[in-house]
């Protein structure tokens, strides 16, 4: 039982960042698991010999045959012992009552399972070159469950959320014929493009370190005490100011020695890999997401900071990839994990009206692996894309990610720091000067960690420092609905060799605008003193190496203050931007800690590069004429 121990400590962490949220009456529903459930620890072999560690929960009603439920996770099936039960079960609150066979599985190499572990193991068995991966893993204990679960029907239903959500995708590739329904969930499915790690090759800095600080690699219980070692590295709440003082990216590697005593690998094979090479293609599950036979309903966030890409990306491959199948997408107004763990009425400052997350657990989830597991639930509500207008405050659904009524419309940067759906006659250039050592920070809050909440956090505190451009139109004369991939184009220079350009989309409300009446912020996510009038809520940010400008596979410098094309796409939005309010864009070179810093002089290799390679650079964004910027909006006509 020292995984017991070792999970009392790593799961402080990775509850917060994974967890589900507390049922409506908690202690009621785990007296009643307790009541109607029998548990049962088994081993179940794979077809290498290795066993994985599973924990199998049977309602003790024989009457009837039920399907099955199962989720694979790195973060442990705890809690361990025969006699110790979860206090819920599924993927809400709903789906113990409902009557479900529950099964979860300690992945290959991680707590109570046998085997080594791999970060987003490659699934390569498919094609030949290896000859198990996750999708083998899966399919082998589907197969043991069938054959050795009593009063099952047959079925199986798979999910989780994050890296749980990486292996129910995963797990969905060449399905056991009776895996019926999956739900990936917030899915890690590119930890080069778009998940967690990086956003377009630049380093998420903050929420990874924390991350992995944590997550260290161990193979069995007996030996894992050893990797997590206490923390002796600095203790301070300003997270600005630790990173600032780590140093460049072979600092903050090095710091895992130091702090933690041990090396952290996937961090160091990060630092072999900073162009998209064979080793981040191998990883990337989307390409390899084939085959997939059971209905799917790919969930995100819009407001998910770690895996938004993950799910839209999910959906968009496997409805490329599997044609016939029975796939859809669900996304919400949620931070990551936001539809489990939270009402979805607020995030932050951000208003929307009603319990979404409620309404989708009700509405959606259940009602979907009901269907699918037992030719019961009504799914008339569910169609192929079901996406929430964070700006109406309503769902809204369409024939798919990339509606058919959706028009890319320009929006031009102009003079004075305007936005016009007219281009400008007149050409210029705004600039400013980025300096490595006084970064733009990416939230007002003191933390060491990042909040949930600065996905919508305002961004007047932005707006006003030197090193930030700002473009916005006049008040909008009537309602735009944009709905899709956001996508800036951009003209640029540099006085150095490198830089990151972060571009970030904001709704400006008007001066009058309050709450509805008797609503305001809860005080735990939001700030102590908050004025909604004038609220630039952020949508989406996202950042661009210069470097990556011509592909990501590898790097190239710039010319030093020679104008540049810099294009790229943006995770989308589903958002109205109301009469009368504005619409922003931002534009800067640093977003810290969140990104990690460009030393803003060409390096072959970031990961290497120390504060002494840190330089200020002038930044030149470019309007009118023949290198005028824009950022294209899919505009619902």
Same mark, same amino acid.
């Given at each position: 039982?020292?995984?017991?121990?070792?999970? !009392?400590?790593?799961?402080?962490?990775?509850?917060?960042?994974?967890?589900?949220?507390?049922?409506?009456?908690?202690?009621?529903?785990?007296?009643?698991?307790?009541?109607?459930?029998?548990?049962?620890?088994?081993?179940?072999?794979?077809?290498?010999?290795?066993?994985?560690?599973?924990?199998?929960?049977?309602?003790?009603?024989?009457?009837?045959?039920?399907?099955?439920?199962?989720?694979?996770?790195?973060?442990?099936?705890?809690?361990?012992?025969?006699?110790?039960?979860?206090?819920?079960?599924?993927?809400?609150?709903?789906?113990?009552?409902?009557?479900?066979?529950?099964?979860?599985?300690?992945?290959?190499?991680?707590?109570?399972?046998?085997?080594?572990?791999?970060?987003?193991?490659?699934?390569?068995?498919?094609?030949?070159?290896?000859?198990?991966?996750?999708?083998?893993?899966?399919?082998?204990?589907?197969?043991?469950?069938?054959?050795?679960?009593?009063?099952?029907?047959?079925?199986?239903?798979?999910?989780?959320?994050?890296?749980?959500?990486? #292996?129910?995708?995963?797990?969905?590739?060449?399905?056991?014929?009776?895996?019926?329904?999956?739900?990936?969930?917030?899915?890690?499915?590119?930890?080069?493009?778009?998940?967690?790690?990086?956003?377009?090759?630049?380093?998420?800095?903050?929420?990874?370190?924390?991350?992995?600080?944590?997550?260290? +690699?161990?193979?069995?219980?007996?030996?894992?005490?050893?990797?997590?070692?206490?923390?002796?590295?600095?203790?301070?709440?300003?997270?600005?100011?630790?990173?600032?003082?780590?140093?460049?990216?072979?600092?903050?590697?090095?710091?895992?020695?130091?702090?933690?005593?041990?090396?952290? +690998?996937?961090?160091?094979?990060?630092?072999?890999?900073?162009?998209?090479?064979?080793?981040?293609?191998?990883?990337?599950?989307?390409?390899?997401?084939?085959?997939?036979?059971?209905?799917?309903?790919?969930?995100?966030?819009?407001?998910?900071?770690?895996?938004?890409?993950?799910?839209?990306?999910?959906?968009?491959?496997?409805?490329?990839?599997?044609?016939?199948?029975?796939?859809?997408?669900?996304?919400?107004?949620?931070?990551?994990?936001?539809?489990?763990?939270?009402?979805?009425?607020?995030?932050?400052?951000?208003?929307?009206?009603?319990?979404?997350?409620?309404?989708?657990?009700?509405?959606?989830?259940?009602?979907?692996?009901?269907?699918?597991?037992?030719?019961?639930?009504?799914?008339?509500?569910?169609?192929?894309?079901?996406?929430?207008?964070?700006?109406?405050?309503?769902?809204?659904?369409?024939?798919?990610?990339?509606?058919?009524?959706?028009?890319?419309?320009?929006?031009?940067?102009?003079?004075?720091?305007?936005?016009?759906?007219? +281009?400008?006659?007149?050409?210029?250039?705004?600039?400013?000067?980025?300096?490595?050592?006084?970064?733009?920070?990416?939230?007002?809050?003191?933390?060491?960690?990042?909040?949930?909440?600065?996905?919508?956090?305002?961004?007047?505190?932005?707006?006003?420092?030197?090193?930030?451009?700002? #473009?916005?139109?006049?008040?909008?004369?009537?309602?735009?609905?944009?709905?899709?991939?956001?996508? +800036?184009?951009?003209?640029?220079?540099?006085?150095?060799?490198?830089?990151?350009?972060?571009?970030?989309?904001?709704?400006?409300?008007?001066?009058? #605008?309050?709450?509805?009446?008797?609503?305001?912020?809860?005080?735990?996510?939001?700030?102590?003193?908050?004025?909604?009038?004038?609220?630039?809520?952020?949508?989406?940010?996202?950042?661009?190496?210069?470097?990556?400008?011509?592909?990501?596979?590898?790097?190239?410098?710039?010319?030093?203050?020679?104008?540049?094309?810099?294009?790229?796409?943006?995770?989308?939005?589903?958002?109205?931007?109301?009469?009368?309010?504005?619409?922003? !864009?931002?534009?800067?070179?640093?977003?810290?800690?969140?990104?990690?810093?460009?030393?803003?002089?060409?390096?072959?290799?970031?990961?290497?590069?120390?504060?002494?390679?840190?330089?200020?650079?002038?930044?030149?964004?470019?309007?009118?004429?023949?290198?005028?910027?824009?950022?294209?909006?899919?505009? !619902?006509?």
């Amino acid at each position: 039982m020292k995984a017991t121990v070792l999970f !009392v400590l790593v799961f402080a962490f990775t509850f917060t960042a994974f967890g589900q949220a507390p049922a409506p009456q908690a202690d009621d529903l785990a007296a009643y698991i307790k009541a109607n459930y029998t548990k049962r620890e088994v081993q179940i072999p794979m077809r290498d010999g290795v066993k994985l560690f599973t924990s199998i929960y049977e309602p003790k009603d024989k009457s009837q045959k039920y399907p099955i439920m199962m989720s694979r996770t790195p973060y442990s099936v705890a809690p361990y012992g025969p006699d110790k039960y979860k206090t819920s079960l599924g993927p809400d609150y709903q789906f113990a009552r409902a009557g479900y066979i529950f099964v979860y599985q300690d992945v290959r190499g991680r707590w109570m399972s046998e085997g080594t572990f791999v970060d987003v193991r490659p699934e390569l068995a498919q094609y030949g070159k290896v000859k198990i991966d996750e999708s083998t893993d899966t399919y082998d204990t589907i197969d043991w469950l069938i054959k050795n679960v009593d009063n099952n029907n047959g079925r199986v239903g798979t999910y989780g959320i994050s890296y749980p959500g990486f #292996y129910t995708s995963a797990g969905s590739i060449n399905s056991h014929p009776a895996l019926k329904a999956c739900s990936p969930q917030a899915p890690v499915s590119d930890w080069y493009h778009g998940d967690d790690m990086h956003h377009n090759g630049a380093l998420f800095l903050a929420q990874n370190y924390g991350f992995y600080r944590f997550f260290q +690699p161990f193979t069995t219980p007996s030996n894992s005490m050893s990797y997590l070692r206490p923390w002796k590295g600095r203790e301070t709440q300003d997270g600005y100011d630790f990173y600032l003082k780590l140093g460049g990216l072979k600092e903050v590697a090095d710091s895992f020695e130091t702090g933690l005593g041990v090396r952290q +690998p996937y961090w160091d094979d990060m630092q072999d890999h900073p162009n998209y090479d064979q080793y981040w293609k191998d990883r990337n599950v989307l390409t390899h997401l084939n085959k997939v036979g059971c209905a799917t309903m790919t969930v995100g966030g819009w407001y998910d900071n770690e895996d938004l890409y993950g799910a839209l990306n999910t959906y968009r491959h496997i409805e490329k990839q599997n044609p016939g199948i029975f796939n859809i997408l669900v996304v919400g107004p949620w931070f990551h994990g936001g539809w489990a763990r939270s009402d979805g009425e607020w995030l932050g400052t951000a208003y929307f009206g009603s319990a979404t997350s409620e309404y989708y657990r009700v509405n959606m989830e259940l009602p979907f692996f009901d269907h699918f597991l037992k030719d019961k639930g009504d799914i008339s509500l569910l169609k192929e894309v079901n996406v929430f207008d964070t700006g109406s405050n309503s769902w809204k659904t369409f024939d798919n990610f990339d509606p058919s009524n959706v028009k890319e419309t320009e929006l031009y940067f102009t003079n004075n720091g305007g936005l016009s759906f007219s +281009p400008s006659a007149a050409a210029g250039y705004d600039e400013y000067v980025s300096d490595p050592m006084k970064p733009v920070p990416y939230t007002q809050k003191i933390t060491l960690n990042y909040p949930r909440d600065y996905m919508t956090e305002d961004q007047r505190f932005a707006s006003t420092r030197p090193d930030v451009l700002v #473009y916005e139109t006049e008040p909008l004369t009537e309602d735009v609905t944009v709905a899709g991939d956001i996508k +800036p184009s951009l003209y640029i220079s540099s006085s150095g060799t490198d830089s990151d350009f972060i571009v970030k989309l904001i709704d400006v409300f008007p001066d009058d #605008y309050a709450f509805p009446k008797g609503k305001t912020p809860p005080a735990n996510s939001a700030f102590s003193v908050f004025e909604p009038g004038g609220y630039q809520m952020l949508l989406r940010g996202e950042p661009m190496p210069a470097r990556f400008r011509s592909g990501f596979e590898k790097g190239v410098p710039l010319v030093p203050n020679k104008a540049t094309y810099l294009a790229f796409t943006m995770p989308g939005i589903t958002h109205t931007f109301k009469k009368g309010h504005r619409i922003m !864009v931002q534009v800067q070179s640093t977003w810290f800690p969140l990104v990690a810093r460009s030393p803003q002089q060409f390096v072959e290799n970031n990961f290497k590069a120390t504060s002494a390679d840190f330089r200020k650079a002038t930044q030149r964004v470019y309007f009118g004429g023949k290198t005028g910027s824009a950022i294209i909006l899919p505009i !619902v006509k």
